[in-house]
């Protein structure tokens, strides 16, 4: 079954498809079954198109033309500042700790802060926070920065999720 060829022409890879129709004859089902939602078998095979293309667009290897490019610490302006954040988060207590830092172009200290926050949802949101309120503290210090994060993820998730209004969940 995983050898055959996906007809008519879907741009899904070979062998990708039928596990993922499989799939979602078993979570429409699930629906029926436990939340009462109906599903048509035309829906179910879109499910699986979508769900099979999501898979294989996550599975490739993004091409790159070469090295990164950095941006040189020279090339910023001598009257930035820079703001790194970092957020934690603690699954049990659903609660986030956030905290923050401001740099001169010499990487001397210039002000930092953190704060504690319960009801917090997930790492992202920790992490979102975290530059909220160094937004929020830069607002009275200082008039041009430039922001920095540890986290390469929160660069790609929280534009993702705000752009699909909804918020992602990662392991940290």
Partial sequence: MNATISLPPTGIREGTLAPWIMWSIWMSRNNKIF????????????LALLRAREWQEAQEIPRTSGP?????????????????????????????????????????????NSIAKRNVASPLIAEGLAIRHALIHALDLIPCMWLQTHRCSSRQSIPEAVHRRSMVSFRT
């Fill in 35 to 46: 939340s009462n939602r109906f599903f048509t078998a035309r829906e179910t095979l879109d």
């Fill in 68 to 112: 990164k490019k950095r941006i040189n610490r020279s090339t910023i302006p001598s009257s930035f500042k820079r703001c790194q954040t970092d957020g934690a988060w603690n699954e049990e207590a659903k609660a986030g700790g956030m905290g923050w830092v401001f740099l001169n172009n010499k990487q001397h200290q210039i002000t930092k």
